[in-house]
């Protein structure tokens, strides 16, 4: 089956984030760097979900990437502690909402999660149209959370 490229790449930080972010503390700019990459991750594995909707022979490997979405949002709410956000003095588009509203912010993350592993199960014999109303409510979810919680 085919790899993500960039799969190994995001692995790698989130390995650095969630091992040695417990032992060693990270600095505020490095898990905002985590996170940016991690939301690149998304947004690549939801472009080739996006492009291949209609596609049964990509199925599997859309699934994947489904997969790769499903454990980004697991790993969203570990990503945003207290003190990395703008006034902290980070450059961050996270706004001050997410610690104001933590468990909204955490539900959205969830909910993501939750729709995305429904995506996941899509195996050749799925039908398009279903596929394509599920991928419909993962975008829902990405934007919803950028209205409330992200500030530009
Ligand atoms: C639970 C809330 C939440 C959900 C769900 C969410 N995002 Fe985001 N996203 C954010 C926040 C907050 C930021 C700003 C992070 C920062 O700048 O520190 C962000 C930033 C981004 C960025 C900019 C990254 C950068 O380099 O600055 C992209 C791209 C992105 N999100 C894509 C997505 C996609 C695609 C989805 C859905 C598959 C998604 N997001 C779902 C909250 C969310």
């Known amino acids: 089956m085919k790899q993500f490229r960039w799969q190994a790449r995001v692995a790698a930080a989130l390995a650095v984030f969630l091992v040695a972010g417990a032992a060693f503390a990270m600095t505020g700019a490095e898990v905002v ?7 690149g991750e998304m947004t690549n594995a939801l472009k080739y979900i996006a492009g291949h909707w209609d596609d049964s022979a990509s199925y599997g490997d859309l699934a994947q990437a489904a997969g790769v979405i499903e454990r980004d949002a697991k790993s969203l709410p570990k990503l945003f502690p207290a003190g990395t956000s703008e006034s902290d003095g980070l450059r961050t588009a996270a706004s ?3 610690w104001t509203d933590r468990a909204g912010f955490d539900q959205l993350a ?3 999660a ?3 592993a429904k995506l996941a199960r899509t195996t050749a014999a799925s039908d398009s ?9 993962v975008v829902a979810t990405c934007k919803s959370c950028h209205r409330d919680y992200r500030s530009n």
């Open 114 to 116: 939750a729709q995305a």
């Open 33 to 39: 760097q985590t996170r940016r990459s991690l939301f």
């Open 96 to 98: 001050d909402a997410i």
């Open 129 to 137: 149209a279903q596929v394509k109303s599920e991928i419909k409510v």
């Open 110 to 112: 969830g909910q993501l």
